[in-house]
């Protein structure tokens, strides 16, 4: 099994903070709301919530990659 790799494109990032909503396991907030990557290779029993965070994300600033 293939851990999915996260990866957050700050520039497009516009801090709504739904990522963290979602999956704070995986996703922070710096001063300014810009996400921050916590688990770059979340564990399998996360991959749900990350995905779901993904779709969340209104700018698509996140991505996976196996
Ligand atoms: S959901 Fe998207 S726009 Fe909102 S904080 Fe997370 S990465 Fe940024």
């Known amino acids: 099994l293939v ?3 996260v990866s957050v494109d700050t520039e497009k990032c516009i801090g709504s903070g739904t990522c963290v909503l979602t999956c704070s396991e995986a996703f922070d907030q710096d001063d300014d709301g810009t996400v921050v990557l916590v688990a770059a290779a979340p564990p ?3 991959r749900e919530r990350v995905q779901a965070a993904v779709d ?3 700018t698509l ?3 996976l990659s196996e």
Do not use: H
């Open 3 to 5: 851990r999915v790799k």
């Open 44 to 46: 399998e029993g996360l």
């Open 56 to 58: 969340a994300c209104p």
């Open 61 to 63: 600033a996140i991505s």
